[in-house]
T-cell receptor, first 115, second 109 residues
Framework: EAQVTQNPRYLITVTGKKLTVTCSQN?????MSWYRQDPGLGLRQIYY???????DKGDVPEGYKVSRKEKRNFPLILESPSPNQTSLYFC??????????????FGPGTRLTVL | GQNIDQPTEMTATEGAIVQINCTYQ??????LFWYQQHAGEAPTFLSY??LDGLEEKGRFSSFLSRSKGYSYLLLKELQMKDSASYLC??????????WGAGTKLIIKP
């Protein structure tokens, strides 16, 4: 089954304790992206990657890191989480955005609470 | 700046028709997407418009006017399971998606 998986699905942590949210896709997609979703603000892009070893900042990259060492995986790293990073996080993937209507496929989401 | 506007919330009756509007101002345009998102779940793709006009897909249709920076999603024969948020997103000149905040649709019996 074609899918994007994220782990963990739920996480409660404390300020300053480093954490990683994993994302993996099995569709051989070049493009992967991380979003956070907060009430009333919609989806905001944190980082994206056009291919292996190619990553770029989105609209809200502060406090986050990513890596793309393999095509299928795109982990999100919070080196020193703070309460304002409490949010619902989505990973998404797609073929390279181009002229076609390539929609993004989303993972199930990770609900993160930072105390 | 780039901006996508949608109504925050709409209410409709089961069996009726509802139109959800989306207006946008973006740096370039390379297509407009509509997604459905049930509470606590991931967004799922509904439709894609890149040329002006109406795209019909079963009970759902999406319309685009590029000159007006305007789109709508039309849902017919509403069912209770259509209660969800509907997200409008525009792909800009850098092929990045700019997202609206979403419209929460409440269906009443």
């Amino acid at each position: 089954e074609a899918q994007v998986t994220q782990n963990p699905r739920y996480l409660i942590t404390v300020t300053g304790k480093k954490l990683t949210v994993t994302c993996s896709q099995n569709m051989n997609h070049e493009y992967m992206s991380w979003y956070r979703q907060d009430p009333g603000l919609g989806l905001r892009q944190i980082y994206y990657s056009m291919n292996v070893e190619v990553t770029d900042k989105g609209d809200v990259p502060e406090g986050y890191k990513v890596s793309r060492k393999e095509k299928r995986n795109f982990p999100l790293i919070l080196e020193s989480p703070s309460p304002n990073q409490t949010s619902l996080y989505f990973c998404a993937s797609s073929p390279i955005p181009g002229q076609g209507g390539h929609e993004q496929f989303f993972g199930p989401g990770t609900r993160l609470t930072v105390l | 700046g780039q901006n996508i506007d949608q109504p925050t919330e709409m209410t409709a009756t089961e069996g009726a028709i509802v139109q959800i509007n989306c207006t946008y101002q973006t740096s370039g345009f390379n297509g407009l997407f509509w997604y459905q998102q049930h509470a606590g779940e991931a967004p799922t793709f509904l439709s894609y418009n890149v040329l002006d006009g109406l795209e019909e897909k079963g009970r759902f249709s999406s319309f685009l006017s590029r000159s007006k920076g305007y789109s709508y999603l039309l849902l017919k024969e509403l069912q209770m399971k259509d209660s969800a948020s509907y997200l409008c997103a525009v792909r800009d000149s850098n092929y990045q998606l700019i997202w609206g905040a979403g419209t929460k649709l409440i269906i009443k019996p």
